[in-house]
Structures are given as structure tokens and as C-alpha cells.
């Protein structure tokens, strides 16, 4: 009988599992966009703003009236005047980023155990409610906010299961979430899951890519005047355009 004991009371093996979490981000953005109109509020407005290496500059009518001055004195145009509530907003910008993250987790279980690894990002979103009070004629309306959090986790998953010989067979799952535009101001942000399940085999020591997750994302957008907006130069100066290209890689 002890000897029976000796031989099935076998110690279960610790297993530690390195993991390389690589993400790889690369992203253009381009914002253009001519903005000029009357101030409603009938105040003065001061000229200010940013011309390099980024532009955004507001103008005043006397910074207007002396730009459409030097046009006005080659004798060619004649652009008139503006009234003093005019007002010009001028935007360009491009914008190239490159960022490659590496993250190391270790983690450590026994055989036929589950480990699991998560980062976590919870930002917290407001919702707001109307109330309305029936007070007869005259009803009042409040408005109440709740303060209620979010989550959009990485998140992995392992379950190793080691045999005689020192191959290690691995259960393993993988989940990313990322948030998703708004539908409205106050509205919580939608939300997208990307997965995958997987089972190898691998030995002691031994390294192995399991796979990637892959988003590209492109958006191209504008407001402007109807026609002018697509004429390939004017188009500049008679519209706002906004592009940008993102792509996203996690590698493990």
C-alpha cells in the first residue's frame, strides 16, 4: 500500500507562461477647413490662433478688411467690405504617428489550472434624465445625470496541461474590446469584441505566434458649398475635409 501511495502521489507541475502582447499603431490625420460667417452676439472678436507648424487662426473684420485691402490694391479685384460682425476661421492640419507597444505579462500556474490575464480601461460616462413636474399650467422640467462606468478590456486566457515527455499543451483564449463612436452627445459609446480560441502543443522553452488581431480603420469626410466643394483646388477654400487612416495590430 505504500508503495501504490508512493507512485500516484505525483506532485503537479508549475507552469510559467510568458506572454508577448506587441501592439502596433500607425494613424494619418488630415483636417482642413475654411470657416467665415456674422458673430450673432454682436461681440468683437480678436485675432489669434496658431500659424506653425499646425494652423488654426481666428480673424477679426479688421484683420478681414486689411487681407481684402492688399487684394484691392493690385487693381485686378474688388472684393468689397464686411460688415463688423464678420469673422474667419482658418484650420490645417496633418498629423503622422507611429507607436509600438510591448507588454510582458508572466504568469504562473499549475498543471490543468486556468490563468488568466486581463487589462482593463473604464471610463466613466454620464446619462443624463428629464423630469417632468405637473404643476397644473405651468410644468417644470429638471434634468438629473447618473454617473455609470464602462469597460473595454485585452484579456487572456490560458490553461496548460503538461505531459511526461515535457510537451505542454495550451488552451487559450483571447478578447479584445474597443470602443465604438458615440450615437449622441451624453450617449455611452458603442462597443466592439474581437476574439479567438485556440490549442497547441508546444515544448519546454519553446516560443510560438498564435496569431494577431487586425483593425483598419479609414474615414474620409466634408462639408461644404454644393459644387464648389469638389472643384480639386477650390475645394480648400469652400470646404471643411477631414481624413484620417488608423490601423491597429495586436500581435501575441
Excluded: C
Aim: no cysteine; proline share 5%.
Amino acid at each position: 500500500m505504500r508503495l501504490y501511495i508512493y507512485q500516484i502521489d505525483i506532485v503537479v507541475p508549475m507552469v510559467q507562461l510568458e506572454v508577448f502582447i506587441v501592439q502596433y499603431n500607425k494613424s494619418h490625420d488630415i483636417q482642413t477647413g475654411l470657416k467665415a460667417g456674422l458673430d450673432p452676439d454682436g461681440k468683437d472678436r480678436v485675432t489669434s490662433g496658431i500659424l506653425f507648424p499646425t494652423g488654426d487662426v481666428n480673424l477679426n473684420a479688421k484683420s478681414v478688411k486689411n487681407l481684402i485691402d492688399i487684394f484691392n490694391g493690385f487693381g485686378i479685384f474688388n472684393l468689397g467690405k464686411v460688415t463688423e460682425q464678420f469673422y474667419a476661421s482658418l484650420q490645417y492640419l496633418e498629423n503622422n504617428s507611429i507607436v509600438k507597444l510591448e507588454s510582458t505579462p508572466k504568469i504562473a500556474t499549475l498543471s490543468g489550472h486556468e490563468a488568466t490575464f486581463n487589462h482593463r480601461r473604464k471610463p466613466v460616462i454620464i446619462l443624463n434624465r428629464n423630469n417632468i413636474f405637473n404643476s397644473g399650467l405651468n410644468p417644470t422640467i429638471t434634468q438629473s445625470g447618473t454617473w455609470k462606468p464602462t469597460e473595454a478590456n485585452l484579456s487572456v486566457t490560458i490553461k496548460p496541461f503538461v505531459s511526461k515527455d515535457e510537451q505542454i499543451t495550451l488552451k487559450l483564449r483571447v478578447e479584445k474590446n474597443s470602443f465604438l463612436g458615440r450615437a449622441g452627445e451624453n450617449a455611452p459609446p458603442g462597443k466592439a469584441t474581437q476574439s479567438f480560441d485556440s490549442e497547441i502543443r508546444v515544448k519546454n522553452n519553446e516560443m510560438t505566434l498564435l496569431g494577431g488581431l487586425d483593425e483598419l480603420t479609414r474615414e474620409n469626410s466634408g462639408t461644404g458649398v454644393p459644387f464648389l466643394s469638389r472643384i480639386p483646388v477650390l475645394k480648400w477654400f469652400f470646404s471643411g475635409r477631414s481624413k484620417r487612416n488608423r490601423n491597429q495590430n495586436y500581435i501575441f
